[in-house]
């Protein structure tokens, strides 16, 4: 199988740099991936430093643009192949009409899981989405094919960050849980439900977030990031 990720963090906010940062040094370091198997997406500006080295002009810009080059070299991923998509950032809701996740991507654009659905359908892989944004729990209503997805928040909740604000509280243990390389999606996610702080039982609102697995095809259990 061979895989490929793309990790988009819209904003330069420096809490999801880091955990772009973290989850390009995961993917490497504990997971087998080569740098150029991973996309990584920052900002509007082409030549911000890779998160991922320091290294400068090794990422694109978070702009639609920069998706859709990134997702052209996804493009000859066969069927029994993985993309890996990250989003750490900020996540909006539509103040009218049907409750559809808004990823604020750079330079103002907005995506809609609608429309990133439409992105991904023309690829025939299996795709992986882990979104660390408000609301990110209302993208399973949006047609994803083939697609498991993994969301720090249910429909209409706020993701949280570290009470230190140097990370996204559920990447942060969902990163973390990378390091074991045998460990599942599913894996993964539990390990991190059950270390997010906003996620357990005495967590009140409103910092209270309800992690969201959404895996309709049920290749959580075996499917390796």
Known sequence: MRRRAILIAPTEDPIYLADVAALCFALQAHRG????DIAVLVGADDQVRDPGDGRPRMCRDARMRGLRSA?????????????????????????????EDLIEMAAGRRLTSSELAVEL??????KLLLLGTCYGGSFPGAPFPRTTIVSACS???VSWSTPNRT????????TNALADPTATVAACFEHARNHDRWAQPGAV????????LWDPDGVAGTLRV
Do not use: I, K, S
């Not at 991936?33 to 150029?36: E, G, I, K, N, P």
């Not at 990370?167 to 969902?174: A, P």
């Open 33 to 36: 991936y080569q740098r150029r």
């Open 71 to 99: 997702l052209r070299e996804a493009a000859d991923l066969g069927a029994d192949d993985l993309l890996f998509v990250a989003v750490a950032g900020h996540g909006d809701g539509p103040p009218d009409g049907p409750p």
């Open 121 to 126: 359908r023309p690829l025939p892989c299996r």
């Open 155 to 157: 429909a209409g909740e």
């Open 167 to 174: 990370r996204t509280e559920f990447l942060m243990h969902f």
């Open 205 to 212: 609102a409103p910092r209270r977030e309800t992690p969201l």
